[in-house]
């Protein structure tokens, strides 16, 4: 045996080449050779079948019914539905959960600014030159259609989604005639612009929590305070804590999966300056001056508003301007935030559009509610701007998104604009700020929201400048929109809270979206005698015809003397103590109504 085995190993080692040379024939002699045959007349007996058809028929029937005994017996009936809702697979446990970049690191091991310094010398023979004029040789106006990096749902063609979320709608050019001039915003002809004073929101954010807001104060009582429910955080985290027993199916089922990005208001990238002024840079150059723009303290303000230098100025933008930072906080004397000096009424009214039914049956393990519904919308359009796609988005129809537009509305126009019992009271002190400006006069007497301390410094408080910036929120450019009296805004009277009207003159996505600006212009022209003003919300041009001895322009043009008397007489007006901090009641529903801002007197 031992030698056989010998002989047989050392063969092998050459056994794949030698057969492969071999013809078939010789192959096959070799086989037999090596392995003779076998008698297998002792395995004949064995190797009969013994099984008919009928036995394997009854042992696979026997299995069968074995099987079904056996599951029954483990899980009952359950097993046997034929409804794929009955199929239960719980989401994962990080679903609701909040990530977020922490970036940059604390204490980076490689930090070595003086190896990378941001100018070595050696500029080169090519200085920068001077900036294009763009607006004044341009054949057209440069409009903003929408925001390229964000992808909406699938809509039609007539339907922008974009454009339906109020104040969360990404920043865009008004149509022409959006406020019932056909005007655009490039100068007149004859006349060229002189200064501008430029009022702007922060760019786009991530959602607040809501919780409960400074204007639940009880300055009226019967009045319910916003939102202890909270929005899209709140949301997040609620869904977070049931999340071992959630399961989604047909259009929530993504929520199986989904977790929040950094969900606090910070400002996302979407804060971009809109354009550059070359013009109003050479007059600051020519008088040796640092132009002074002002922001608030909040995070997204302060970084809103260093975007907007980033893109005003170019890169490096530090030594080219000064930035005066308020203060936010209660206290603290803000035109860019009056409501915490001047508390707010908070006024809720609408009527429920219900999808509510169609997505509750879809999400079981979380009682979803209409609260929840109108969040959903909101997580549409906070994620679209801040990741560039949501798939909340695709949940509605486009029926159900002119409802969450509306929505908006009623809460902007009964709560910031003219249906507000004290927009006027909070708007007045950034006018008051604004015709300072206009006459190079301080203010005499600081009895609203401007603060004495900044206001009366001609150092954080420049005049003659010709171009003045202001960074500030939403809510407060519709104050100011209401304290100058621009009522063409409110000629629709009050909205309504019981259908949408068909058409309205008063939109907060048209007004107040992310990154919103107002335009003052001030102008000469040729055909025009005297210095003329004009006030330009998102491109659109507004007719200043609510403002006393403004004339029914086509450009919307008023002499800055008549803009100057007419706001004076409006400021004078104001009752900051009555309007901020007496205790008077409003009726619910249309039982009193204001299209001015104004308090009940």
Partial sequence: MDVARGFNDGRDGNDA????????????????????????????????????????????????IGCFVAQYAICGTTCFSDSASDVVALAPPYVGSTTRDIFPPTKPTNAFPSLFPTNVGYGGGTPTGAEPALIATAPSYPMHTGAAVLVGSEKSNKFDLFKKWGNLSPWYSVDRKAFGLDSGPEPPETCRITGLHFL?????????????????????THLPCLASYGGPANFSSRLNAV?????????????????VTRMSPLAVPLNRAPGRTSWAKKNFTEASRLPVFRTESQDRMLNSAMNFAIGFFGYPFQDQYQQSITIEASGYNNTLAPYKTSEAPVSDRGKWYDALARL??????????????YVLQQMCAYETVALGYSKFCRLFTEEEWDGFDYALDLSFWYNSAFGSPVARVQGVGYVQE?????????????????????????????????????????????????????????????????????????????????????????????????????????????????????????????????FVASQKELIDAVDWEYDCHAQFDIPSGPAWETVTGDTPK
């Avoid at 702007?200 to 009226?220: E, F, K, M, N, Q």
């Fill in 17 to 64: 080449e030698r057969q492969t040379l071999l013809p078939m024939h010789v192959k096959a002699e070799d086989d037999l050779d090596r392995n003779p045959p076998i008698s297998t007349s002792s395995q004949t007996s064995c190797s009969q079948a013994h099984f008919t058809m009928i036995h394997l028929a009854i042992a696979f029937l026997a299995g069968t």
């Fill in 360 to 373: 509750k049956p879809q999400l079981k393990g979380y009682d979803l509610t209409i609260e929840d519904i």
């Fill in 200 to 220: 702007h929101r922060h760019g786009a954010r991530y959602p607040t929590a809501w919780g409960v807001l400074p204007a639940c104060s009880p300055i009226i």
């Fill in 434 to 562: 604004l015709i300072a400006r206009l006459t190079q006069e301080r203010i005499k007497e600081h009895r609203f929201s401007t603060n004495a301390t900044l206001d009366d410094d001609p150092t954080t408080f420049p005049f003659g400048d010709s171009l003045y910036v202001d960074a500030t929120h939403e809510v407060v450019v519709l104050n100011i929109i209401t304290a100058l009296n621009l009522t063409t805004l409110a000629a629709g009277g009050p909205l309504p809270y019981d259908h949408i009207p068909a058409s309205r003159p008063f939109k907060v996505s048209e007004l107040a979206p992310f990154a919103t600006n107002i335009q003052f212009q001030l102008l000469e022209c040729t055909s025009t005698p005297g210095p003329q003003i004009r006030i330009i919300i998102n491109d659109g041009v507004v007719p200043l015809t609510g403002i006393k001895g403004c004339p029914d322009q086509k450009d919307g043009m008023c002499p800055v003397e008549k």
């Fill in 243 to 259: 999340a071992g027993d959630l399961t989604a199916s047909g259009d929530l089922e993504f929520l199986n999966e989904w977790y």
